[in-house]
T-cell receptor
């Protein structure tokens, strides 16, 4: 039992855009986004706390559609440093704990 | 702050041996989490503590696993006896709150456990 992420993997060239989706079967209280590079720990990117919220820094942003029980992460004008596995974590779907999706592998090529 | 500190970084042990993983959370964080990461099951929550008290251990796979937090600056995850299927990367994370926390969770570097 975990949120569903799509796509499973995506390959981009530098400068291209990508969208990663995270969906839940139940109402969510919040959605976290993390990035993990190979051999390293997951690093927090941002949290969305309520429906309709949008956030972003640099060229990475996210939205939270409460009614659709879905969040999306937008990567604009991708850079090589964006490569890694992106995880969404949903809170409230499975009780009082943060449950992570299976991850989306993003590879940016030069 | 030095972040969440885990030790050891790598552990190779023989089946049947006891393994102890250690974690020092960020000072001031009231929540501590133990996650396990494998290719098959992804990032799974094993147990979490609030103010040193275990709150939810429903993710602990079986009685061979135990976790303690004797004080606000130290936690251990013990596996006894260890089995090859316990091989995984074990992450400790800490946070100010459970889910609705602006700064998210801070993860340690992880312990890569290999049981042969």
């Amino acid at each position: 039992q975990q949120p569903v992420q799509s796509p499973q993997a995506v390959i981009l060239r530098e400068g291209e855009d990508a969208v990663i989706n995270c969906s839940s079967s139940k109402a969510l209280y919040s959605v976290h986004w993390y990035r993990q590079k190979h051999g390293e720990a997951p690093v927090f990117l941002m949290i969305l706390l309520k429906g309709g919220e949008q956030k972003g820094h640099d060229k990475i942003s996210a939205s939270f559609n409460e009614k659709k029980q879905q969040s999306s992460l937008y990567l604009t004008a991708s850079q090589l440093s964006y490569s890694g596995t992106y995880f969404c974590g949903t809170y409230g779907e499975y009780g009082n704990k943060l449950v992570f999706g299976a991850g989306t592998i993003l590879r940016v090529k030069s | 702050d030095a972040g969440v500190i885990q030790s050891p970084r790598h552990e190779v042990t023989e089946m049947g041996q006891e393994v102890t993983l250690r974690c020092k959370p960020i000072s001031g964080h009231d929540y501590l989490f133990w996650y396990r990461q494998t290719m098959m099951r992804g990032l799974e929550l094993l147990i979490y503590f609030n103010n040193n008290v275990p709150i939810d251990d429903s993710g602990m796979p079986e009685d061979r696993f135990s976790a303690k937090m004797p004080n606000a600056s130290f936690s251990t995850l013990k596996i006894q006896p260890s089995e090859p299927r316990d091989s995984a990367v074990y992450f400790c994370a800490s946070s100010f709150a459970l889910g609705q926390v602006e700064d998210g969770y801070t993860f340690g570097s992880g312990t890569r456990l290999t049981v042969v």
